[in-house]
T-cell receptor, first 113, second 112 residues
Framework: DAGITQSPRHKVTETGTPVTLRCHQT?????MYWYRQDPGHGLRLIHY???????DKGEVSDGYSVSRSKTEDFLLTLESATSSQTSVYFC????????????FGDGTRLSIL | GDSVTQMEGPVTLSEEAFLTINCTYT??????LFWYVQYPGEGLQLLLK???ADDKGSNKGFEATYRKETTSFHLEKGSVQVSDSAVYFC???????????WGAGTKLIIKP
């Protein structure tokens, strides 16, 4: 398995609170991604990173921010969580070379009440 | 823009049946194509890939051939097992930015 650890694995919190999810990799890969997975929507890209301090928005970035201060860690923050952000969040990594696939973590199940 | 279309599920088969899950794509240029599998409660795992036309990806008895003329990448397995029950995702990689474009996923249920 690719060395990807997501934490926490499960979290329940209340509307309006800040939430940070962590993705940690031991592969030294250049690219890191945050997705959310919801029934009927498949996988949707939130943000991605192509290097330390280099990030960009995906298709569903509103309400989320990210940071990557070192190669191995990619943080996803919900500044003020809303019930619509209840989802399963997946982190993925990919090396910087052509045609290489993304490899996924085990996910974080986030419930916002 | 680029897109991936998968057959809708769930697909229900008996053990040892032949499996086909259809995947077609729309893309400019020549994308790489992937199949991922997600078992219940787990993350996505790469099942197989193909990077150019006529390539065949294979793994764990599953196969898919990159067909440029029909813009397809159908997943097949000759004899499915109960343990193959999962959700299968087809995806393409845009060569301009290497982001993945995902199909909606197809749930496969194998009955003993």
């Amino acid at each position: 398995d690719a060395g990807i650890t997501q934490s926490p694995r499960h979290k329940v919190t209340e509307t309006g609170t800040p939430v940070t999810l962590r993705c940690h990799q031991t592969e030294n890969h250049r690219y890191m991604y945050w997705y959310r997975q919801d029934p009927g929507h498949g996988l949707r890209l939130i943000h991605y990173s192509y290097g330390v301090k280099d990030t960009d928005k995906g298709e569903v970035s509103d309400g989320y921010s990210v940071s990557r201060s070192k190669t191995e860690d990619f943080l996803l923050t919900l500044e003020s969580a809303t019930s619509s952000q209840t989802s399963v969040y997946f982190c993925a990594i990919r090396p910087g070379t052509d045609n290489q696939p993304q490899h996924f973590g085990d996910g974080t199940r986030l419930s916002i009440l | 823009g680029d897109s991936v279309t998968q057959m809708e599920g769930p697909v229900t088969l008996s053990e040892e049946a032949f499996l086909t899950i259809n995947c077609t794509y729309t893309a400019t240029g020549y994308p790489s194509l992937f199949w991922y599998v997600q078992y219940p409660g787990e993350g996505l795992q790469l099942l197989l890939k193909a990077t150019k036309a006529d390539d065949k990806g294979s793994n764990k008895g599953f196969e898919a051939t990159y067909r440029k003329e029909t813009t397809s990448f159908h997943l097949e397995k000759g004899s499915v097992q109960v343990s193959d029950s999962a959700v299968y995702f087809c995806a393409l990689s845009d060569r301009s930015n290497y982001q993945l474009i995902w199909g909606a996923g197809t749930k496969l249920i194998i009955k003993p």
